[in-house]
């Protein structure tokens, strides 16, 4: 692992979930609360950047009619329409206020799936940076965070996913998705943990 050819990726990190007054903020307070997870995030980046890890953001983003769902959405894109959450153009959309993002962090546009990958040009990005090792964090734990984290793994990228960096919508949900799916298909840490093995690398 080296700084170099490694990034954070912070998915669907929008208003609407991370930021009070968000159309979906209530449904993750909870969580986002008891991980310390908005803090975690800032910590992460600032210490990130210090180490020279890029940093991207992938905010979730539909059109007002939500096309992209198709004609009869279900599951968790039902609950995203019915709210009116992650609108273009929107405050809600934006990566969230509470973030303290820099102009040297990539925002990846078109994120209108669950995986981070789907929809955007996400893995060009990685391919012209060089990027091989990526470390996950964001929301949710258990949909959009497991969905990519499926597919970088599937890619043969080095995944690692940030246990204090993610929320979802109640903490049985995160356990079981950090306990026992996040680690068949990536590394999971602490963002601490994340940090000190990049300090702990060899030398490329």
Request: hydrophobic residues 40%.
């Amino acid at each position: 692992m080296d700084p170099e050819n490694s990034a954070v990726i912070l998915v669907d990190d929008d208003n609407d979930f991370l930021t009070e007054g968000g159309k979906l903020h209530g449904a993750v307070k909870q969580v986002l609360e008891s991980n310390n997870v908005v803090s975690n995030i800032n910590d992460l980046m600032k210490r990130a950047r210090e180490k020279g890890i890029m940093i991207i953001h992938v905010p979730i983003i539909f059109s007002s009619d939500y096309h992209e769902m198709g004609d009869n959405p279900y599951g968790i894109f039902k609950v995203v329409k019915d709210t009116g959450a992650f609108q273009r153009e929107t405050w809600g959309a934006k990566v969230a206020d509470v973030l303290e993002v820099q102009d040297s962090d990539i925002i990846v546009d078109g994120k209108s799936a669950t995986c981070a990958f789907a929809t955007t040009d996400l893995k060009a990005v990685l391919d012209k940076h060089g990027i091989k090792t990526i470390a996950l964090g964001g929301l949710l734990t258990n949909i959009c965070i497991e969905s990519t984290m499926r597919t970088a793994y599937d890619q043969g990228l080095e995944v690692y996913t940030l246990t204090d960096c993610s929320a979802t919508l109640g903490d049985e949900q995160q356990r079981t998705a950090i306990e026992l799916d996040w680690p068949m298909f990536s590394k999971p840490v602490t963002h601490d943990e994340f940090l000190k093995a990049l300090d702990m690398a060899p030398a490329a």
